[in-house]
């Protein structure tokens, strides 16, 4: 054998060594975390509007943009919205951009990418006007604002990118970066503006054996974010069981739904308390299809959807104000249904369905917030039982900000659900239910 | 890979993306570990980048693209993640020397050792152009595209990459006194 052939057959020996066959639970923490996340929509081609669409939704959507409009126009004229700068404006007078008017060209121009706020009433934005993978000729900004006053902005990076914002444990914001452009960048914000470059990576990365109150926060997919190094880390850090999807309380616990590998259909919650993991299996209510958990204090709740005989139709809750010591859990579809009345996404025509996302936050301890994916708000104070929120616009997502929870909202135009939209507007919900505009971009 | 599995998946039936994740998953992550050379990182990074996959499967224009996007996806999770990883990643392999017992198998581990040794030396891309092209099997056109990087691009990673595996190759077959720099 000749040298060239020794190298290539050493080569081919060496690569085919070893099995690549997929641990079930890998797949299963995926699948399992799958079931709460959203797709991103392709905004290029708007949704056919169903003639069958909610007219109430429409006249809603229509009445709060224009409320919406007016309000912020009056808070600030030059950043109300649709009022921002052309970019045809920008680019006349600027040939060369600085990083500045770029910025500020994409927050006028750009998609919600992802949102914080601090319990001091600084609220964080991030905007992107990438919409492809791959996308190089787009990029991301941030803008932080308190009232209706904005104070700094900032690129965050060009080219397709996952960005997301946090709210630091010490004060200001941690944001992280995932894409072409810089997978390991990041950045952190002072509540003054002040933006200081980081790194994402996780190798050096480590926590006191008890977990620090509100410095780890669950971030996109599977990972969790360190609020004071901006760190980002694969749950897998964490141990135990495949982690599907968590939420850390303030005190540092994390809860977070499981793969259950003897029991694939039984779904399963755990509790870490910095140094180790407890497991529950919840109430079993015949092949639980996705779930969604919140947890403030001592309370935590989780939402579970089944795929039939409608998408995303609550089928259990599972409810302890004790850390777990004990549960309620309801599974009786009747008593379920007039607790909180979700259910699915089929279209009109009942030819296709979208999941819908479902998103609960608390505000303060006792409050419970649910986004129902259909764009409905409901709110509950002893989480077995849910009033409609008026909002104006449908809610997709909800955020934790102290005594107080921060949503997105749109009007939905042009799509027919709200997982399918472009939602670009905030308001803020207090613990007693009232509603407030926030000054997003 | 079936279309219609990929345009329900692109539709957001759950169902239709777990077939999909389960059809992908064991190449995938072959794929993975071939370029981070850790079992644990290649089965996080696998996760992600299905996630990714499903975040993402409205914006994948045509359905018969879906293996090169789903590489993209991976490789790109890859270089997110292993750098986030560096000190978890294992820098120590169990030979299995009972097998080795004639001159041949343990001139066999030695290749492989060497290899290993130099491709944990690589960047991320050339491993990732080395992988696809010499385990996965795609022309080097292929692989460019699937990257999203110029041929030439493609090329040269391959280029540089052979050359310090076949280096390494080579110290390997040298005679020992040679490796360790005596002469006669």
Known sequence: MNDRRRFDHAVADWLDDGSDATPPEVIDAVLLAVRSTPQERDFRFPWRTSPMKHLAYAAAAVAALAVGVAALSALSPRFGIGLGPTPAATIQQSPAPSPRSEAEQIIAEGSLESFAATESGAVLTVWGTCHNFGDTDCGYAWRLGTGSHTQATGMVGRGDARVDAFAASGGGFVLTGAGQSGPDRGFLIAEDGAASPISTECHDASWPTSTEPRRLVWAAGLNFVDTVTGAVCHSGRLGGRPLARGAFTADGALWALVDNETAPDTLTIGRYDGVGWRYRDLAAVGGAWTSVLAAAGSNVVVLQAAPEPTPQQLVGLSVTTDAGATWSEVVDPEVLDSALPFSGFRSPDSQDWFSGYTSMAFAGSSVLYVADGRGDLWRSTDFTTFSHVEVPGWVSELKPTGDAVIARIGDGAGCRYPAACQLNDLVRISADGSVEPIKAR | MDRDVVERARSGDQEA????????????????????????????????????????????????????????????????????????????????????????????????????????????????????????GLPLVAVAKTLGIPDGTARSRLHYATRALRAAFDLAQAPQDLREGRTA
């Open chain 2, 17 to 136: 993306f777990a077939d999909l994740a389960h059809q992908v998953s064991d190449t995938l992550l072959g794929v993975a570990r071939r370029i981070l050379r850790d079992p644990a990182l290649a089965e996080d990074v696998l996760q992600n980048a299905l996630l990714t996959m499903w975040r993402k499967l409205p914006h994948l224009r045509d359905a018969d693209r879906f293996e090169g996007w789903a590489f993209r996806i991976l490789v790109h999770a890859c270089y997110a993640e292993a750098p986030r990883n560096r000190r978890w990643a294992s820098t120590i392999r169990v030979l299995h020397t009972d097998v080795a017992s004639d001159v041949d198998d343990i001139q066999m581990i030695s290749d492989r050792d060497e290899l290993e040794r130099a491709f944990r030396r690589l960047p991320l891309d050339q491993r990732a152009v080395f992988v696809l092209h010499h385990y996965v």
